[in-house]
């Protein structure tokens, strides 16, 4: 009974490629969060979404793309991958966006690119 | 900008014994939630505790405590009793709220537990 579940858990890849994580929670929440950890362990948030709404977007570069289909689901989908795009990209949801609940995080998604 | 500091990259302690990892932030805001999370090797990030600004008590769960010192605007964990399976990253954060709410996190702490 995974309460944020993310796929795949590791992705290796090619410069130049094209890839997509893909992350599901179960717990009805309605605002959901990509966060990238990099190699130094730094976490820091890229995207937020409350109910499929895009809410939050840290200057990402727009190679990145998130993807709502509906409020269970966040997809990232990140084109013409770059080395510095290695990372471990975690998926999180709270109950909304407001308040002080918790945010729960997936597994993380370990990224890399050759 | 909210920014969080964990002034200790690296920390150990002999199991059974006391640690105390040390979170300073810096807001001009009044009210506020503050969290410390943990992330052992297996990478999940796990919620150890919780602080409301307006609440001058400090949180405790179990063997965790914080000592949060609101005018200092400091925010330490002390973990009583060290078990092995304490070991791990311990990131401080900050939530950012206002319609658009974010953690935003120090840069961890590595916690070693010596038998």
């Known amino acids: 009974d995974t309460a944020v579940s993310q796929t795949p858990k590791y992705l290796v890849t090619q410069m130049g490629n094209d890839k997509s994580i893909k992350c599901e929670q179960n717990l009805g929440h309605d605002t959901m969060y990509w966060y990238k950890q990099d190699s130094k362990k730094f976490l820091k948030i890229m995207f937020s979404y409350n109910n499929k709404e895009l809410i939050i977007n840290e200057t990402v570069p727009n190679r990145f793309s998130p993807k709502s289909p509906d409020k269970a689901h966040l997809n990232l989908h990140i084109n013409s991958l770059e080395l510095g795009d290695s990372a471990v990209y975690f998926c999180?949801?709270?109950?909304?966006?407001?308040?002080?609940?918790?945010?729960?995080f997936g597994p993380g998604t370990r990224l890399t690119v050759l | 900008a909210q920014t969080v500091t964990q002034s200790q990259p690296e920390m150990s302690v002999q199991e059974a014994e006391t640690v105390t990892l040390s979170c300073t932030y810096d807001t001009s805001e009044s009210d506020y939630y503050l969290f410390w999370y943990k992330q052992p090797p297996s990478r999940q990030m796990i919620l150890v505790i919780r602080?409301?600004?307006?609440?001058?008590q400090n949180a405790t769960e179990n063997r965790f405590s914080v000592n949060f010192q609101k005018a200092a605007k400091s925010f330490s964990l002390k973990i009583s009793d060290s078990q092995l399976g304490d070991a791990a990253m311990y990131f401080c954060?900050?939530?950012?709220?206002?319609?658009?709410?974010?953690?935003?996190f120090g840069k961890g702490t590595k916690l070693t537990v010596n038998p």
């Open positions: 602080q409301e600004a307006y609440k001058q």
């Open positions: 999180a949801s709270r109950p909304w966006a407001g308040g002080s609940d918790e945010q729960f």
């Open positions: 954060a900050y939530l950012v709220q206002g319609g658009s709410e974010k953690l935003v």
